[in-house]
């Protein structure tokens, strides 16, 4: 259930554009993931005997929980470099500004 | 210009009352001129430096005093500059100190070359310069003066992107020139007290906590073997 709602939300904010598309496909693979497991349970029984574990649902909590850590490691990463980009457009404007004033009082002293 | 022309950054953010004297301090030495990058201040720091006589670069949003710096070297670069000195806005450089500086520097035996004041400071300072010597292994005595002069070298690598994503110019920067194999000397120089008494880093309880994580968490993960 959860995954179908899911998945619908992300397929619209994807349509609506507030959510760029390379960032949609780990969603969407992570809805489909939910779906999956979510209609078949005998999968993470399955997978957590093979492990050793004996609560079975947790097996599917601890991936949940690995994936998200993952996702938030490279938003940040992603975040990091982006506030570099952004340093750097701040510095060029400045030295943009400063040319153009060089080249002004080149032209007025003419 | 003639190939010896320093070119003098001060990043200065808020610092109206003391940029002009400082920049008209400059201009008394020989061969120098200054860039005063104005990080996004609300007040007249950019008028009173340019009536001073400094060519200004201003910033629209606020980056902090090392990018500020950068932005300076970057324009200096442009013009064509083959040393940059970096100098506070507020008054604790004297023109003296700046040129003994520069006469270290036109020696060329070092690529870097810092201006060292170690009475300055509290107790609390000295600590943190201890501590800050342990994690990252740099051996210099005074970690966070802003008085340095860089030539052509360490210029293009500080003025790259690799160079922007440190937030001050301590430790980080330092490890970073370190690791590209640049020669770092300190000379013993005088500085003044602020004029207006208070740090920028050391100003509040908050900023000492972000500083002191930023550069223990910098010094470890950045260190030189």
């Known amino acids: 259930m959860t995954g179908i709602v899911a998945g619908s939300a992300i397929l619209y904010l994807i349509r609506r554009d507030h959510l760029a598309v390379h960032h949609g496909a780990w969603w969407i693979t992570a809805g489909f993931s939910m779906l999956g497991l979510g209609l078949f349970p005998p999968l993470v029984n399955g997978f957590a005997k093979l492990i050793g574990v004996t609560y079975a649902p947790i097996v599917a909590v601890l991936i949940a929980f690995v994936a998200l850590l993952i996702k938030t490691l490279l938003s940040d990463i992603d975040a990091s470099k982006g506030e570099v980009e952004r340093h750097r457009l701040v510095q060029r404007i400045a030295l943009l500004e400063a040319r153009i004033q060089d080249l002004e009082s080149q032209q007025t002293e003419r | 210009?003639?190939?010896?022309?320093?070119?003098?950054?001060?990043?200065?953010?808020?610092e109206e009352r003391s940029v002009g004297a400082v920049v008209a301090g400059l201009y008394e030495l020989?061969?120098?001129?200054?860039i005063v990058v104005d990080d996004a201040s609300r007040d007249n720091t950019a008028v009173e430096a340019r009536r001073a006589g400094a060519e200004v670069i201003s910033l629209c949003t606020r980056l902090g005093a090392w990018r500020a710096t950068q932005a300076g070297m970057r324009r200096a670069l442009f013009l064509g500059a083959k040393r940059v000195a970096t100098v506070d806005a507020d008054g604790q450089h004297t023109p003296k100190s700046v040129g003994i500086l520069l006469e270290e520097a036109a020696k060329g035996k070092s690529d870097v070359v810092i201006g060292a004041d170690l009475a300055r400071g509290s107790a609390f300072r000295m600590l943190a310069w201890r501590l800050h010597r342990k994690f990252s292994g740099l051996?210099?005595?005074?970690?966070?003066?802003?008085?340095?002069?860089?030539n052509a070298k360490a210029l293009r690598l500080l003025a790259g992107r690799s160079a922007t994503s440190y937030l001050y110019q301590d430790v980080g920067i330092l490890l970073l020139l370190q690791r590209d194999g640049l020669s770092i000397v300190e000379i013993p120089v005088k500085m003044e007290r602020r004029d207006d008494g208070h740090s920028r880093i050391f100003g509040t309880w908050a900023s000492v906590l972000r500083y002191m994580v930023y550069t223990m968490i910098i010094g470890i993960t950045k260190r030189n073997h």
């Open chain 2, 1 to 14: 210009m003639p190939y010896d022309t320093t070119y003098i950054v001060i990043p200065a953010h808020e």
């Open chain 2, 30 to 34: 020989p061969h120098v001129r200054v």
């Open chain 2, 139 to 150: 051996a210099l005595r005074d970690l966070t003066s802003g008085l340095r002069a860089y």
